[in-house]
């Protein structure tokens, strides 16, 4: 079985996407391959990411903020999914991705794009986690719809 490999996506890729990209490599036993960039990658992660992660079992090893464009060079892991996990114009226009991944809208909502505190990052992971918990088990990342996609 071929693994799907799912890019989060957010402004800075900082905390919404590094958060969802651990969460599912962690709880998706190996089906699924999670990345995670932006088009305006902060230096480093925000501090409540590793706080949040750390609370929920999650080691932060590996993550860092990084530039969506890299998924669209010629050797980098080939988006199935692209799931944009906030509203905000800079992320309307993408990188020509290889291949037509699937893209979906989840809109983690928050008032900035990073947390300010550890209740609105606390909340913004709940969501998350429910998000991809969602998609999960309701198969949206099964191998039916790569399958579907493939035959477009």
């Keep these: 079985m071929t693994k799907a490999n799912v890019l989060f996506v957010c402004v800075d890729n900082s905390f919404l996407s590094l958060a969802a990209e651990a969460y599912l490599n962690q709880t998706s036993m190996g089906e699924l391959r999670a990345f995670s960039g932006g088009p305006l990658p902060r230096e480093e992660m925000v501090s409540l990411t590793k706080k949040v992660l750390f609370a929920n079992g999650m080691d932060e090893g590996g993550l860092h903020p990084k530039p969506w464009t890299i998924f669209s060079l010629p050797h980098a892991p080939q988006p199935d999914y ?3 996990l906030q509203t905000s ?10 291949g037509h991944p699937v893209k979906l809208n989840w809109d983690i909502c928050l008032d900035e794009d990073v947390p300010r ?9 709940r969501k998350i986690k429910e998000s991809i918990d969602l998609a999960t ?5 099964s191998s039916d719809s790569l399958n579907w996609r493939a035959a477009c």
Aim: proline share 7%.
């Design 89 to 98: 114009v800079l992320l309307d226009k993408q990188p020509m991705w290889p």
């Design 137 to 141: 088990s309701s198969k949206v990342f």
């Design 117 to 125: 505190n550890i209740k609105e990052a606390t909340d913004a992971f």
């Design 82 to 84: 692209i799931i944009r």
